[in-house]
């Protein structure tokens, strides 16, 4: 018998649990990536994410071609996936195709397409877990409820840990099972260009694309991850993995990353796996809430709330945007966003909280425009975060804790290491007006040779102001 294996997030070889299960079942695998025009034809023309996907494409092809020997490899399209795929089955007459699950909200409407359309020919789809450790159905409550806080849905994770099978999913054994690629279907991975894309700086990141790639991130991370406790708060340190980018598109296996962490001991290991748990926190509450991926408060009191409209607050969004607030976290914190598609997750929190607390910006518009900036961008993690930041969310921060962007600087960024990388004409000021240059002498502006309004915003908010407007505007949560 003959199967397709079909990639999508999971962008890996080596411990792909779909690739594994039809190798083990088929005699002969085709393999095929999709670039999905339904998903990047509503894509501005310049993407990393494009750019990174391309490449860990380009790698799996060669891994795969490496495995199978002379003739074998991935077969790729461009085109609409919900129809081509369908077609490639039919035109290579397997009878199944395998894949693995992906739980957000269009995939599963073209999974559900595909599935009809494949059963219309006699085709049949099999999926399989591999993204996660624990499912949506998996970690539930004692009464079979899915946990919306995240400190007992932990616990019941951890709990559950000795049950998962961790091992890899191996491929080694039927790696001659890999079909070669018919004649018509065997055209190199599409460059760039010929997807319809120009070049970003994705090249001159220290974000090197496929499995390879997420291999030499994971083994930097290795020799820092028992400090990763008390250095992952510290934007201006190199404190934290960088995969999540591997982890969105499947480049690296979690089983893989669990495993890790499991060989370390102590706090930095242990807080590492928590933070890898709270990914699949924010999967189950996506899968089994999905209202909240449909614009929706997790709380729907929080839909009541009127936020900022107007001109006045367009032109205060733009300037958050542009990382042009006068507040130096927050610009910093978008302009490392702007320029690299990363942010730290302490200045994720920081900004996040600034738009919808300081700005009385409706948290879904920061979420969109996180969701078009980020190269880890999770509609799952993302929106979790934001309503974490907007208090709207499942164990999110009380309304009344805002977070005052000075402060933070002044506790994360003590020197002032971050905002200076991102904003070096504040250099020059005494590091204890680096968080707030407005309150610099005019001495020390003139020595720094700074004229704020000019080389630098004046704050475009005041931020005690903004923090008693904010009290009354979340009141009506109460009512
Ligand atoms: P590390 O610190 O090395 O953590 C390892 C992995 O754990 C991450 O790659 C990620 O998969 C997971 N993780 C860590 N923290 C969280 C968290 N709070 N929630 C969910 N998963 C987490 N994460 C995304 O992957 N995609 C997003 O689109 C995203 N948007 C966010 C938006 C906001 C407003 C906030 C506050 C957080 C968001 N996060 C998102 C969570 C977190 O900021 C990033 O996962 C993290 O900064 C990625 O960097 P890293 O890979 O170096 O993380």
Not at 249 to 265: K, P, Q
Not at 354 to 380: H, P, S, T, V
Not at 441 to 446: G, R
Request: proline content about 6%.
């Amino acid at each position: 018998a003959s199967a397709l294996m079909w990639f999508r997030r999971d962008l890996r070889a080596r411990d792909n649990a779909a690739l594994s299960r039809a190798l083990q079942s088929a005699g002969s695998v085709h393999c095929a990536f999709v670039f999905d025009r339904a998903i990047l034809d509503g894509l501005p023309r310049q993407d990393r994410r494009v750019e990174f996907i391309r490449e860990s494409v380009a790698a799996l092809d060669a891994d795969l071609r490496a495995l199978g020997g002379r003739g074998t490899g991935l077969v790729t399209l461009h085109a609409d996936a919900a129809e081509a795929l369908p077609d490639l089955a039919r035109r290579l007459g397997v009878e199944a195709v395998f894949a693995n699950h992906d739980d957000e909200p269009e995939a599963l409407a073209r999974d559900g397409l595909v599935r009809q359309r494949l059963a219309d020919t006699g085709i049949a789809l099999h999926t399989f877990k591999d993204s996660v450790v624990f499912e949506r159905g998996e970690v539930l409550t004692q009464a079979g409820k899915p946990y919306s806080v995240f400190t007992p849905y932990s616990r019941a994770w951890f709990a559950k840990l000795d049950e998962a099978d961790l091992r890899a999913h191996p491929v080694g054994p039927w790696a001659a099972r890999l079909a070669k690629r018919p004649a018509g279907l065997d055209a190199d991975v599409p460059s760039l260009a010929a997807l319809g894309f120009a070049p970003t700086n994705l090249a001159e990141l220290p974000l090197p694309p496929g499995s390879a790639g997420a291999a030499q991130l994971l083994d930097d991370f290795q020799q820092r991850m028992d400090r990763y406790d008390t250095q992952r708060e510290l934007p201006g340190v190199k404190g934290p993995s960088y995969l999540g980018v591997h982890l969105r598109f499947g480049t690296v296996s979690i089983r893989e990353l669990v495993r890790a962490a499991r060989t370390h001991d102590g706090p930095g290991a242990a807080t590492w796996l928590k933070e890898l748990v709270w990914r699949e926190f924010y999967f189950q509450v996506l899968a089994n809430f999905p209202q909240v991926g449909r614009g929706e408060s997790f709380r729907p009191e929080y839909d009541r709330i009127a936020w900022e409209s107007g001109p006045v607050a367009e032109e205060r969004f733009a300037a958050w945007c542009e990382g042009r607030t006068g507040y130096p976290l927050v610009d910093a914190a978008m302009a490392q966003l702007n320029t690299t598609g990363y942010m730290h997750n302490r200045l994720r929190m920081v900004s996040a909280s600034f738009l919808c607390k300081d700005l009385g910006i409706d948290w879904r518009r920061g979420e969109r425009y996180f969701a078009g900036q980020l190269n880890d961008y999770e509609l799952a993690s993302n929106n979790g975060g934001w309503q974490w930041a907007s208090s709207s969310g499942c164990d999110a921060q009380p309304y009344f804790r805002i977070f005052h962007p000075v402060s933070q600087g002044e506790r994360f960024d003590p020197e002032g290491r971050f905002v200076l990388r991102y904003l070096p004409q504040l250099a020059g000021l005494p590091a204890k007006f680096v968080h707030a240059p407005w309150k610099a002498k005019p001495a020390d502006l003139a020595a720094a040779g700074l004229a704020l309004g000019r080389d630098y915003p004046l704050p475009i908010v005041d931020h005690a102001q903004a923090r008693a407007d904010t009290l009354r505007r979340y009141a009506v949560v109460k009512s």
